[in-house]
């Protein structure tokens, strides 16, 4: 995986790299140390406090059925839980990479932490949303293809990725064919892993074959976890729903963009102001 700074960041290239290449970077030297500690901290108060995992999780079957799904805890709603993801969120250089990938106008579709405890279980290989359940193709529109992206991520590493530590697997190169892998496509012995340090943001094409390892060690391995989508895509996370009003009201311009509220359809159209709204000479007036 090619490793980028804000000095050396190249989002033709990089584009290129989720696209055509591997389809995943590094982002590295975004966060500082007490920035990092900072988001841990809250990470590991609020997944503590739901010793039994209770909080919704994706691409768990399997620690489901074998009950230790409480090894694997995610954080929602992170905006609401700290000032410290909003700076993630936002972050100029994850700015610019997203507007050159998705479209300057791009949302963010959810932003969770994933934490794994010691012990605990690996993801089923899967692709994310809006491509997560294209197990059953049928459900999406003909012809659908990875030409271009309806997804980014963006994984900011909060703990070591290492092998032991459960770091995210991927194989790289497959986002270009959109597929949901199966047995067939043995996945555990193509993978490669997205290693790191703490504070490496590893940004990739949702597309990519990829899921969270078991972690072997004896250490909590947690990652923040953004999905971005092109404007126009439905969001995961009802962001707005689940955040105070006030913290809606005084977003700043790129957190409201995030948010999805530069966009906004559904509107009840018999009920919206008159007169012209689209077009060319409306995007002047704005
Ligand atoms: O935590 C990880 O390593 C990956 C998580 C992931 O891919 C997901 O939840 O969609
Ligand atoms: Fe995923």
Known sequence: MRVFTEETLDTETIVSELLDGVGAVTLRGLFTPAEIAE??????????????GRKVTHFQGNAEKAGRINLQRRVWNLLGK???????????????????FIGSEFIMGSIAANRILPGGPGQEPHIDYPYWDFHSPETHPARINATFPLNAQATIMLDPFTEETGATAFVPGTQR?????????????????????????????????????????????????????????????????????????????DIRQLLGLNYPYPEVLDAARGGNAEGRDAMKAR
């Open 177 to 253: 064919e959109l597929h949901y892998p199966d047995e067939s496509d043995r996945f555990f012995e193509r993978c490669e892993r997205m290693l790191g340090e703490p504070g490496d943001t590893v940004i990739f094409f949702g597309a990519v074959w990829h899921c969270a390892m078991p972690n072997r060690s004896s250490i909590d391995r947690s990652a923040i976890i953004t999905q971005y989508l092109p404007k126009f895509v439905k969001p995961m996370e009802d962001m707005p729903a689940a955040l105070p009003a006030e913290f809606v009201k005084n977003a700043s311009p």
């Open 82 to 100: 700290g000032e410290i993801f909003s700076r993630m969120a936002a972050h100029p250089a994850i700015m610019k990479v997203m507007r050159a």
């Open 39 to 52: 988001a841990r901290d809250i990470v590991m108060r609020e997944s503590d406090a739901d010793e039994r």
